[in-house]
């Protein structure tokens, strides 16, 4: 680990950074023929990062979450989804209360063999494990130590020798088809050519299929009354599952009754993608739980009608895609993994009222930076929740969408 380390204090001394864009991502063809995928870019938090991407579905994932077209980009709820299909290794630099103890001597070993003291910010490398449906986990596989090895060193090639800057092929968006700078090791370092990289096209999102029978035909033979929104999410909480007490970010189905604004809670699951018969399973039983199924179930978004289209049709529920459900984003916070009932049982009517009162106040010259929370309250206006709310938090509402429309928000 101390020579990983040491490419990278070598890698974070380069004009990496100043010469990729985040759209240039380049392949390597590794010893065994695989293909990985290597990305220069800065993370959410403005740390360099290099990123690792293995096989053509991670790339996929990454290219749907690059993707900046109004008409098919990605939501935060599908990025959380797209972020945990994709499989990897990352390095990024960062400080180092961000490291274990161990990573930290082994850090300052590796600084001390290449005569380098280091401080300030970002100035640790911090290497990482990206795994489908897991939290980050440390890079210790031999394996992967020897992928983020090859990877360094090809990204590295791009600058040695070299002056000025890098021009690799900018696709002109990440949907199209383009052509991809590929790298194969030889004797005298690298030989560059290119491969096709095929236009995207449209999303396949896992499809529900239903295992257990005797619930399905309980709840066909239900009364239905009432009109629920649902929707499929990954929560950032860590869970622990199995007998091996994995770590995962397991998904669950936000499932709103808009007659009444109940909430309605059920299980996570972990890995969905590979169980939606355990996700229809645990739905199923929040059902059951909660007595009475729906005559109609909303849905906003592809993924998750995809979950739900069979298994509504065959317990005879009417499911209908539309384009916005703003009750669905009243509840985040709800599986906060929190010992406090009381705060995970609190109805949309406390969560409209605190956003009300934090817009309230927001200045106005920071307002902008909230167009999503501007949205939800715009929503809020139209639903059935605003007349559930006293006159005190209507005419909050009506006063900030005044408010809006006079800062041309």
């Known amino acids: 680990m101390i ?24 392949a390597l063809k590794i010893k065994n023929g695989d293909m990985i995928y290597v990305q220069i870019r800065r993370n959410d938090d403005e740390e360099k990062t290099v990123s690792v991407y293995y096989g053509e579905g991670s790339l996929e994932m990454v290219r749907r979450i690059m993707d900046t077209d109004p008409d098919t980009m990605a939501d935060e709820e599908e990025v959380e989804h797209l972020f945990a299909m994709i499989e990897g290794a990352e390095l990024c630099f960062t400080n180092k209360a961000s490291l274990t103890e161990k990573e930290q001597e082994v850090a300052l070993a590796a600084a001390k063999l290449s005569g380098i003291r280091p401080g300030g910010s970002g100035a640790y490398p911090k290497f990482r ?7 980050f986990a440390p890079l210790s596989e031999k394996r992967d130590i020897q992928i983020m090895m090859m990877a360094l060193d090809a990204a590295m090639w791009f600058i040695k020798g070299k002056s000025g800057k890098v021009r690799l092929f900018i696709p002109a968006t990440v949907r199209s088809s383009f052509e991809m700078a590929v790298l194969e090791a030889d ?35 239900m009364v239905k009354r009432g009109r629920w929104a649902c929707r499929i999410v ?10 091996k007490k994995e770590k995962v970010l397991p998904s669950v189905m936000k499932i709103i009754n808009l007659d009444n604004g109940d909430f309605i809670e059920m299980m996570p699951v972990a890995h969905y993608e590979e169980r939606t018969e355990v996700v229809l399973d645990k739905f199923m039983e929040a059902i059951c739980d909660y007595g009475s199924a729906p005559v109609q179930i909303f849905v906003m978004e592809e993924r998750t009608a995809a979950l739900l289209g069979r298994w509504c049709k065959n317990c005879g529920i009417r499911l209908s895609r539309v384009e916005y459900i703003p009750e669905l984003d009243m509840y985040d916070g709800i599986y906060d993994g929190g010992d406090d009932e009381d705060d995970r049982s609190q109805g949309p009517l406390f969560y409209i009222e605190m956003a009300v009162d934090f817009l ?45 429309k006079k800062l041309g928000l």
Do not use: H
Request: net charge positive.
């Open 360 to 404: 309230i106040s927001v200045p106005d010259g920071r307002l902008k930076g909230f167009a999503e929370d501007i949205q939800g309250i715009r929503g809020v206006k139209n639903s059935l929740f605003y007349t559930m709310l006293s006159d005190e938090y209507r005419k909050k509402i009506d006063d900030l969408i005044i408010r809006f």
């Open 234 to 243: 990954r929560l950032d909480v860590v869970y622990e599952w199995g007998e």
């Open 187 to 221: 004797n005298e370092g690298y030989t560059q050519n290119f491969i096709k990289m095929p236009k995207l096209g449209r999303m396949v999102y896992p499809a529900g299929v239903n295992s257990n029978e005797i619930l399905q035909k309980r709840i066909k033979k």
């Open 3 to 26: 020579e990983l380390y040491q490419k990278a204090f070598e890698i974070k001394k380069s004009g990496l950074w100043d010469i990729f864009l985040e759209e240039q991502i380049f």
């Open 129 to 135: 494990r990206l795994k489908k449906g897991q939290p």
